[in-house]
């Protein structure tokens, strides 16, 4: 006897999974508690870093050769349109820290950001 085939719905957990929603919707859904009661600018900043770089992957250095990968998404990173927020707040990092050696190590990482994703 073979098994009923699966409804338009779906069947068992991946029926009641809920559909992904897109990166910036669910950005701003983790970052929303921010704008709730007075948080402190610095970690108010660390938080939405962190917030986009779990959402967004990091994306490969400048200097890997990715034309023949196999497993290279053609058409970028999906979520790469995070890469602009995630810039952003490593620049706001550098621009506020006290430390003179941090400040080239975030610049660094907001430029790593700031490239094409392909």
């Not at 085939?5 to 970052?31: C, D, F, I, K, N």
């Amino acid at each position: 006897m073979r098994r009923p085939r699966p409804t338009a719905q779906g069947t068992g957990a991946h029926a009641r999974r809920r559909p992904r929603r897109p990166p910036w919707e669910r950005y701003e859904q983790l970052v929303a508690f921010l704008g709730e009661g007075v948080i402190e600018s610095r970690l108010r900043t660390v938080t939405r870093l962190l917030a986009a770089s779990w959402i967004s992957p990091e994306p490969p250095p400048a200097a890997a050769d990715r034309t023949g990968d196999p497993y290279r998404n053609p058409l970028g990173d999906l979520y790469a349109e995070l890469y602009g927020e995630i810039a952003a707040r490593f620049r706001t990092l550098a621009a506020h820290t006290d430390s003179v050696s941090w400040n080239p190590v975030l610049l660094g990482k907001a430029a790593q950001y700031e490239g094409k994703p392909w």
